[in-house]
């Protein structure tokens, strides 16, 4: 099973909203990470857990947080988005390093 | 740093036909791992095939295969027997073997395929 799931599929949210994306993995995989993609670009990282912990935070405004509850889960929390924080978000994971990233369906965000 | 370059922001192809994409990277590195992966509209990213720099031989995986030349540092994908469903966005990818986990993407090749 090499799935990554994504909730919800679909958010519209106010600029004063808070709201959560949900990922999961089954896979035993050791990293997780989140990538914002607009509309015919390459997904661009925001962070990656490796084993639980923080790895690397892409200078990332603070509007996003990320936490992972355990090894199978990763949260992005949103709060005060702008309407340029519109876009495809993914979750990926990984078995480790070097290995090769598995893709969530992406969660489609839009700001109002 | 690493770069990695798609010339071909848009490719066409007729069903049933042989399409080749291409992507170039720029390293100094001597372990370094490479991707192709498809987006189609529908958007879910799939892993299409994986390269292993220290491997002369090249990845296939059914239609698919690369021509990875690591002295040109050129990573094609080569797509035999078109089908509607290959219609997506191509994305090249390169990591490194020292990895911060951190993929390095090329643009992207919209690939059409002609009924």
């Known amino acids: 099973d090499t799935e990554v799931t994504q909730t919800p599929k679909h958010l519209v949210m106010g600029m004063t909203n808070k709201k959560s994306l949900k990922c999961e993995q089954h896979m035993g995989h050791r990293a997780m990470y989140w990538y914002k993609q607009k509309a015919k670009k390459p997904p661009e990282l925001m962070f990656v857990y490796s084993y639980e912990k923080l790895s690397i935070n892409e200078s990332v405004p603070s509007r996003f947080s990320p936490e992972c509850p355990n090894s199978s889960l990763l949260n992005l929390h949103l709060h005060a988005l702008q309407p340029e924080d519109s876009a495809l978000y993914l979750c990926a994971s990984s078995q480790d390093r070097v290995d090769e990233q598995y893709f969530g369906p992406g969660t489609r965000l839009t700001v109002t | 740093a690493q770069t990695v370059t798609q010339s071909q922001p848009e490719m066409s192809v007729q069903e049933a036909e042989t399409v080749t994409l291409s992507c170039t990277y720029d390293t100094s590195e001597s372990d370094y791992y490479l991707f192709w992966y498809k987006q189609p509209p529908s958007r879910q990213m799939i892993l299409v095939i994986r390269q292993e720099a220290y491997k002369q031989q090249n990845a296939t995986e059914n239609r698919f295969s690369v021509n990875f030349q690591k002295a040109a540092k050129s990573f094609s994908l080569k797509i035999s027997d078109s089908q509607l469903g290959d219609a997506a966005m191509y994305f090249c990818?390169?990591?490194?073997?020292?990895?911060?986990?951190?993929?390095?993407w090329g643009a992207g090749t919209k690939l059409i395929i002609k009924p």
């Open positions: 990818a390169y990591l490194s073997g020292g990895s911060n986990y951190q993929l390095i």
